[in-house]
């Protein structure tokens, strides 16, 4: 998922030496693995029905819709979802590291809702017509001229009480092996929708274990892997767990320096995780963004 090393498209560093080998991580029967696949791919199915009826639905069960899809997606994908701590009960602009395709239901699984994506995404199969339906607004990351229409219209769905969550590494990082980079800086322009929309900044911290022990990157998704052969490494992977950690809110003041703010939010999120306990993931929705600048 690395991109240029344009200021719009960062390049993470990360690659196939960040990745486990073949027999590096504990796998599950070839029959598993392809039960699994079957499962994801009802999913996607069960996603492009849900993509047709979200329109019609209220605001809250449009949102309950989304995070049960995301946890049953998760599931079907063999993960385990593992969640500390409870988002904020008002809007709010979630940050969270970028580790992977998984992060993605991670999140929606936990804050589910909208989503700011690459313009790509509206023309995947099924995913597109999901996040299309879902209210996804779209970006021209080859458009750098649009980063402030974007912002705006991140700060504009934060007042009208629409939680937001956005990964602001721009990039897919791994940040657990010696030698690799745990991860990109938190670059500071989507910050400012939360500083003109009077917002708290609420950061998560996203890891992935094997058996709740050591971490892996077993689910990442970097460089010039494709996402068929990382989806297969992670269907395959015995005992893969997701954690989500919500840190502490902050809170900026108006007027505030978006560069701090981002650097305070990055440190949150770069802290080391306890071992997780498991608690049901938060009822409060957000809208999920993935912004690459």
């Not at 912002?151 to 897919?172: M, N």
Request: charged share 20%; glycine share 10%; net charge positive.
């Amino acid at each position: 998922m690395s991109a240029g090393s344009h200021l719009w498209r960062p390049a993470s560093g990360c690659g196939p030496d960040c990745l486990p080998g073949p027999r590096e991580v504990p796998a599950v029967p070839v029959a598993r693995r392809l039960a699994r696949l079957a499962g994801v791919l009802g999913m996607l199915a069960a996603g492009a029905g849900l993509a047709a009826l979200l329109p019609a639905l209220p605001v809250e069960a449009r949102r309950s819709a989304v995070r049960r899809w995301a946890r049953a997606t998760a599931r079907a994908s063999g993960v385990r979802l593992v969640v500390r701590g409870r988002l904020p009960r008002r809007r709010a602009l979630v940050v969270a590291n970028h580790l992977s395709w998984l992060d993605i239901p991670a999140v929606l699984a936990v804050a589910p809702a909208r989503m700011l994506a690459k313009r790509e995404v509206r023309g995947w199969p099924l995913v597109g017509l999901l996040a299309a339906a879902a209210g996804t607004l779209f970006v021209d990351r080859a458009r750098p001229r649009a980063l402030p229409a974007t912002v705006g219209r991140v700060a504009a769905a934060l007042r009208a009480g629409h939680p937001v969550a956005v990964f602001p590494e721009g990039t897919t990082w791994c940040g657990v092996l010696p030698g690799c980079r745990p991860g990109g800086g938190f670059r500071p322009a989507v910050f400012q929708a939360a500083i003109d929309a009077g917002a708290p900044v609420v950061p998560l911290r996203i890891g992935y274990r094997l058996g709740g022990g050591a971490s892996t990157t077993a689910a990442a998704f970097l460089g010039d892997e494709s996402l068929a052969r990382s989806v297969w490494r992670v269907l395959g992977s015995r005992d893969l767990t997701a954690e989500v950690t919500i840190t502490a809110a902050l809170h900026p003041a108006p007027g505030a320096d978006r560069r701090p703010l981002a650097r305070a939010a990055e440190a949150a999120v770069r802290l080391p995780a306890p071992r997780p306990a498991v608690v049901p993931p938060p009822a409060e929705p957000a809208v999920a963004v993935g912004l690459a600048a």
